[in-house]
């Protein structure tokens, strides 16, 4: 069952700058998540390199490189493309796990899939 879960305001989503983290349940293991805007869109990934699954930001919620085009793994180099999350430099595997989100009346939401799960505290 898909739930959609209120993430922040769109105005915290600047284009190619910090992300928002949140905490998902992606195949029984907690894991960090980050959602961006890139070219006005949001989008939304686990925060685990598809090279070795570590965290990738280089400092708390940065992604992006110094031209604001791509997503860079700081522990292995690899290089995204923001809108699709796939590899398109350096050593990695495929692409990043996405995650669906959606924005609506000035907020973003993440979606619940059979994967992810949101957190119950």
Known sequence: MDEKMFLCPS?????????????????GM????FAVRYEDQVHAYLNRCAHIPMEMDYQPNRFFDPTGQWILC?????????SSGQC??????????????????????????????????
């Open 11 to 27: 105005s915290a989503l600047l284009n190619s700058g910090l992300a928002v983290p949140f905490d998902v349940v992606y195949e």
């Open 30 to 33: 907690t894991c960090r998540a």
């Open 74 to 82: 700081a522990t292995h180099g690899a290089v995204y493309a923001p």
């Open 88 to 121: 398109v430099e350096g050593p990695c595997r495929g692409h990043l796990i996405k995650i669906t989100i959606s924005e609506t009346d000035n907020k973003v939401y993440w979606h619940t899939n059979y994967n992810l799960k949101m957190i119950d505290f």
